[in-house]
């Protein structure tokens, strides 16, 4: 319960207030990232610090954000990788692991997409062989957030409230702020087969209902939710729509920001298991542009 306080809480912060963050909540940070998930461990990913983010923000435009559209905020890390799958996966999951953790101390963050990794690198002097695959803006966030906003943008066919799912203290009248639309949560899970839609009842007897509901609070590239689970008799598959002709970076942490969001709603609901990454086969046929990338086994 208390993870999903917090994923209700998020949101992306594109404006900041024009102060650092303390040293104490700097810390907090660097003493996060020396507890990286176990999950990560073996990966590539590594987190570089950026600490003058208002001097360096002007030279980043056309950098990174989207469109070249720079977010200014006082510090980013730096994420950067090598390419493989697994490393890209983790990016996302670790990447959204610290956001959450972040947030705990009220510190506001945005997701930033790289566009040009061998000039970021020469701009912030960083030497490494490996891509600089996303940048986290952090800082204090300008304005206050109430999280019912998300409820008053879900689609006409969604679950009107979390009310339905026994958490009854959202405002869902709060829409003070444009807040990203998600998909209802039968609109991104197919039982046993691609295709086969589950009735809610069906869902919420596996106990999967909460977990599902955890990926409507999850970010993504251009909020595209490219995320879809085929639900499994002992395992269930992430299965990631790779139409869009996006850098396999953003795909990768895309996948990677839905293994986590998944597995803390399915943590959360009692039910243990770890994601596998290696040698997936599809039990069943994939329309062309959607890739099986993970498999959460019980
Ligand atoms: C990999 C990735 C890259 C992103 N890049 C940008 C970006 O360059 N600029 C931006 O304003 N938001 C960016 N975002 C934030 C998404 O637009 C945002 O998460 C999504 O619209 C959902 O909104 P929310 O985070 O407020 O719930 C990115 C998100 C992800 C996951």
Known sequence: MKSLKLAEKRHSVREYKHKKLSNEALQY?????????EISKISSLEFRF???GFGLAPQLETVSGYFGKMITAPHYYA????QDDFSLNMAGYVGEWFILNALKKDIGSCWLEVRDSNQLKQILSIETSK?????IAVGYAKKEFQGGEIYAASRSNSLSSLTDLG???INPNHTKEPMSSRKSITELAYLNTWGNTPEIRELEMRGLHEALFYMRLAPSYGNRQPWYFVICENHIDLVMDQSDDLSPFIQGIDAGIAMFYFEVGLHDSGIRGSWHMDALKAEYALPGSYKLVGQYRF
């Open 29 to 37: 940070l660097s003493n996060l990232l020396l507890e990286k998930p």
């Open 50 to 52: 950026i600490e003058n």
């Open 79 to 82: 994420l950067f990788s090598h």
């Open 131 to 135: 891509k600089a695959v996303a940048l």
């Open 167 to 169: 958490y009854p203290d």
